[in-house]
């Protein structure tokens, strides 16, 4: 051989360093000779992918690796002569001689530019060739893969490490790759939160050092502790990351200081947002990011370090440095302070850097709840440096006295873009918030303002107070009002004031009506401010089920909500209705076309109310939004004879229903008004635009990609905000109803005489009325609430409503009598001709059952045999009128069923068809009656037919429902006229209608 060393490999040689030592085949391969010390040594060298291996036979002659060194470990390459080259490996050297040496140098450089691309000249491996006159072989340009060669490096680390790739974060890569997406979001990759078999971090930080192609590095509400190391390295090194958030992931005080010291060291500075919230960052490592600020050259734009658990030392460091540091403060439009002692002394220092001529007059968002801030120096700083830029300003579990609200209703008053105010627990009494308040109305420049007054003692003289400053106030729209602790006669005067103001879209009065109080009169008030109210979209009257809830007064609010109205999301969960009033909700839902969402849990509902609203939704195509009332099933299976079997009812009927919510709001895009506006930790966009609200530890983390909020609401772009036409009538005298023009709000007039208060007498709260002219009629009109030419309800009382007796017998099941004409064509919902009415409106009983009857007796009041079955499947029958139960078996109150949908009958279980007849012609005028369609149970709020007292039949047998298996009757069942004896009753699964 003309070379240095030994002979070239054998076969077995080159086969043994592939598939044992190099475990790939090598890109060189040949035997050198290597000096060590005054020897000369004969050695297998082998360049891989990613490694470089000196192979030398032992005393067996068998191949054993000396040394084995990873490519990002060469450090240095240096070749004194044409046949002689050094490896500096970082932990060993490699001497070597060889013809070939220039041929292993090119392909080390050909190896290390596929698996470093955008790595600076520092990161390389240094290259000296001696004599001088050599030079080196110029290289192919590069070819990076996706992300600018992230995942060779990745690959590439993955092996130094010893760690196989993770398939997940490659196929991240791979999906931002194709979206366009430059945001590395860590905990959207599966299985970063695991404690075992996590991903390992070490090369994704590597690889991550001097990578082009990400500008942000998002991480929320994972606890890796080690996480915030990895990203302090890689910052230190990255010349691209522009934006930072490492929010909730459970770092301590020694790993923000390794971040401080990155950010010190950042090669480029290019860093805009920083968002460390949520973490225990405390007084050191607030300290080091702090300096590590003061070295950016480029204009920090957004700083969140909420809920760091830092002191006023920590933190007015922090301020210092943003007064400092001009040129990295000065372009500030976000910062979020909240949950830190900033105290009288950080007090001082933000008010300094608020003040100054540089400092930031592009701020927009400024959060301070919990700081234990001096409010009136702040604002005062605000006031004097005419920062008009404010667009949301939190203040919330701060005090501010009377004088500090004059200074912050100062600054509201040259501010032209507010449109956010959280003045939460601040120990405000009413007169105080109404400062705020009218500052808010004097400034023509704000609309549609968000204001939360939340958990402050606003009872007593000033309410009143409030109650002026609202009304008329044309420039809030949202107002959250919640645990304020009124009174009823505040409530009045609330309630009337929000009548008064026809720009509000989100009024919150939870937790504010007080249990034990009778509501009747102030729900009425509320229904008619509902029903005229020109602009309101979301209405909370929500309580706790226990110290704060309405009750059964809620009833005259039920009622209003038969006629559409502006509003499209209502909350009223915690305010034990019961039952009966929950099927009333759902059958005023019927006819309700602007109703999008309904949260109704913790009211003491069970299954009949999941039923009514399950029928409901044939004729309610808008509603979308309905949670499972879980807190409420459960008890009512809890109370149940048979739990399983009552849990299993419940499961098919809520899958329904959530089937067909599900596939509406993904038609519709529904996005809930009050997303982002009425809880503290989502009330501001820093905590929405910098970062998803934060997440309790223990708790799973939120979506980190909010719906955007809604803004505006057009009638001209909202489908649901247009006025519905309905039937007219001259004799009509429903308040509730609209009018097909553009509504507007509605006052009382000698023209429009007051309608009695009328009820069918089957819910225990009504006063028992007369039955209406036509059983298939409209339901009876709702009570008027005023009859002088007053805009106030509360001018004149009303009679209270007194519950009507509970019966002590089985309740009989109410048949309507129809009317001398025979009601049918009068009737704006049916044609005149028999066969079409049958054809539109099929007939079932009326079953009312009361919440105190008892559950083991029903008074039926016809043969089931005389009555005209329609040809399809009859709505389903509320009380105990439920199909026997099935085998058990698991439903997902979430997931849809089966393919089959919801809508197919299920296939164990059939029903017991009547025997077939000539269906009898129409009844003549006074024949025998005829059963009423009254909407199940939703007549529980409307007029009644007349009750006709007929004669009661036994209770259906068990025997209601056979298996599609079982042989058919032997029998046929008895006739019409019999006396009722094995009568049979037809029962069937209650399916969902679209």
């Known amino acids: 051989m003309s070379r240095k060393g030994g002979p070239g490999p054998s076969g077995s040689e080159r086969q043994t360093i592939e598939e044992d030592l190099l475990r790939e085949e090598p890109v060189f391969i040949e035997w050198v000779?290597?000096?060590?010390?005054?020897?000369?040594?004969?050695?297998?060298?082998?360049?891989?992918?990613?490694?470089?291996?000196?192979v030398k036979k032992n005393i067996l002659g068998k191949l054993q690796i000396q040394r084995s060194g990873h490519i990002f470990d060469l450090a240095e390459i240096f070749s004194p002569d044409v046949d002689q080259v050094v490896l500096n490996f970082r932990e060993f050297v490699i001497d070597l001689e060889s013809n070939a040496v220039p041929e292993i140098i090119h392909k080390l450089r050909l190896n290390f530019q596929a698996v470093s691309y955008n790595f600076p000249d520092e990161a390389m491996p240094k290259i000296t060739l001696l004599p001088h006159e050599r030079v080196l072989e110029r290289l192919p340009p590069p070819a990076p893969g996706p992300a600018h060669g992230l995942l060779e490096t990745y690959d590439a680390f993955c092996e130094r490490e010893h760690c196989k790739p993770s398939p997940e974060f490659v196929k991240y890569v791979h999906d931002a790759v194709e979206t366009g997406s430059r945001e590395l979001i860590l905990d959207k990759l599966p299985g970063i939160e695991r404690k075992t078999d996590a991903i390992n971090l070490v090369p994704i930080q590597y690889?991550?050092?001097?990578?082009?192609?990400?500008?942000?590095?998002?991480?929320?509400?994972?606890a890796r502790r080690e996480l915030v190391a990895a990203i302090a390295d890689t910052v230190s090194n990255n010349t691209t990351v522009e934006k930072l958030v490492l929010s909730g992931v459970d770092g301590q005080e020694s790993a923000f200081v390794a971040l401080g010291?990155?950010?010190?060291?950042h090669r480029k500075k290019s860093l805009t947002e920083l968002n460390v919230s949520n973490n225990g960052v405390k007084d050191k490592g607030m300290m080091?990011?702090?300096?590590?600020?003061?070295?950016?050259?480029?204009?920090?734009?957004?700083?969140?370090?909420?809920s760091c658990g830092s002191g006023s030392k920590g933190m007015t460091s922090l301020l210092q440095t943003l007064a400092t540091s001009k040129e990295a403060s000065a372009g500030l439009r976000e910062v979020d302070f909240s949950d830190n002692l900033i105290q009288q002394a950080g007090s001082v220092s933000l008010a300094s850097w608020l003040s100054q001529e540089s400092g930031p007059r592009s701020l927009r968002c400024l959060h301070l709840s919990n700081t234990k801030l001096d409010v009136q120096v702040v604002m005062r700083a605000l006031r004097a440096a005419e920062m008009k830029t404010l667009e949301q300003i939190d203040l919330s579990l701060n005090k501010i006295e009377p004088n500090s609200a004059a200074t912050l209703a100062s600054v509201i008053e040259i501010s032209n873009q507010l449109k956010k105010l959280n003045l939460s627990n601040c120990s405000m009494s009413g007169g105080t918030a109404s400062v705020v308040l009218n500052a808010l109305s004097m400034n023509t420049a704000i609309r549609d303002a968000s204001v939360n007054l939340s958990d402050n003692d606003l009872a007593g003289s000033g309410a009143q107070s409030l109650a002026d400053g609202l009304r008329g106030n044309n420039n809030i729209g949202y107002l959250v009002m919640r645990k304020c602790g009124f009174r009823k006669d505040d409530l009045e005067k609330l309630i009337d004031a929000v009548g008064s103001n026809e720009a509000l879209k989100v009024l919150d009065l939870s937790m504010c009506f007080a249990a034990g109080h009778r509501y009747a009169k102030l729900m009425e008030a509320l229904a008619f401010v509902v029903a005229s109210h020109p602009s309101l979209l979301h209405l909370n009257i929500s309580g706790d089920g226990n110290k704060y809830c309405i009750g059964k007064y809620l009833e005259p609010f039920v009622s209003c909500l038969k006629s559409d109205t502006k509003l499209q999301e209502l909350n009223i969960a915690g305010n034990k209705i019961g039952d009966p009033l929950g099927v009333a909700l759902a059958d005023a839902l019927r006819t309700n076309k602007s109703m999008r969402s309904l949260s109704w849990d913790r009211n003491a509902?069970?299954?009949?109310?999941?039923?009514?609203?399950?029928?409901?939704?044939?004729?309610?195509l808008t509603l979308c939004h309905v949670p499972n009332t879980t807190v409420d099933l459960e008890r009512a299976a809890?109370?149940?004879?048979?739990?399983?079997?009552?849990?299993e009812r419940v499961r098919e009927v809520m899958d329904n229903v959530q089937f067909t919510l599900r596939k509406r709001a993904g038609d519709f895009g529904y996005v809930s008004i009050v997303k982002d506006v009425l809880t503290?930790?989502?009330l501001f966009s820093s905590r929405g635009s910098m970062d998803t609200p934060p997440t309790p530890r223990g708790q799973p983390a939120a979506s980190t990609t909010p719906p955007p909020l809604r803004t505006s609401f057009s009638t001209s772009t909202n489908p649901f905000d247009a006025p519905t036409p309905m039937a007219a009538s001259s004799a009509s005298s429903n308040p509730f109803e609209a009018e097909p023009a553009t509504p507007r709000r509605m006052t009382g007039s000698a023209s429009s005489p007051a309608a009695p208060t009328q009820s069918n007498g089957l819910n225990p709260f009504d006063e028992p009325a007369p039955a209406g002219p036509n059983p298939f009629d409209e339901p009876a009109p709702e009570p008027v609430l005023r009859t002088s030419a007053s805009t106030n309800p509360f001018d004149e009382d009303l009679p209270p409503a007194e519950p009507a007796p509970k019966p002590s017998a089985?309740?009989?099941?109410?048949?309507?009598?129809?009317?001398?004409?025979?009601?049918?064509a009068a009737s704006p919902r049916l044609a005149a001709s028999p066969s079409q009415q049958q054809a539109q409106m099929p007939m079932f009983l009326s079953v009312a059952i009361r919440h105190d009857a008892p559950k083991s007796t029903l008074d039926l009041s016809t043969p089931l045999a005389q009555l005209e079955m329609p040809p399809k499947s009859p709505r389903p029958n509320y009380g105990e009128m439920i199909p026997p139960p099935k085998s058990p078996r698991y439903v997902d109150p979430i997931q849809p069923k089966s393919p089959r949908g919801p809508f197919a009958e299920s296939p164990s279980v059939v029903a017991a068809s009547p025997p077939t007849r000539t269906p009898p012609p129409p009844p003549p005028v006074g024949s025998p009656l005829r059963p009423s369609y009254s909407g199940l149970m939703g007549q529980a709020l409307s007029a009644p037919p007349t009750l006709a007292p007929v004669p009661a039949i036994q209770t259906p047998p068990a025997t209601t429902t056979r298996r599609t298996t079982d042989p058919p009757p032997a029998a046929p069942p008895p006739p019409p006229n019999s006396s009722g004896r094995g009568a049979r009753r037809a029962f069937e699964p209650s399916p969902c209608f679209i």
Do not use: M
Request: aromatic share 6%; hydrophobic share 35%.
């Open 810 to 824: 089985p309740i009989p099941i109410a048949v309507a009598t129809p009317p001398p004409d025979g009601g049918l």
């Open 261 to 265: 010291v990155g950010l010190k060291g």
């Open 33 to 54: 000779r290597k000096r060590h010390a005054e020897k000369i040594q004969d050695r297998l060298l082998a360049i891989g992918k990613y490694r470089v291996i000196s």
């Open 638 to 647: 809890k109370e149940s004879k048979t739990p399983e079997q009552y849990r």
């Open 605 to 620: 509902l069970g299954i009949g109310a999941w039923q009514a609203l399950q029928t409901a939704l044939n004729s309610n």
């Open 680 to 682: 503290r930790e989502n």
């Open 288 to 306: 080091a990011i702090a300096e590590g600020l003061q070295n950016l050259s480029t204009r920090l734009e957004v700083l969140n370090v909420g």
């Open 207 to 222: 690889s991550l050092r001097y990578n082009g192609y990400f500008k942000a590095i998002v991480c929320r509400n994972i």
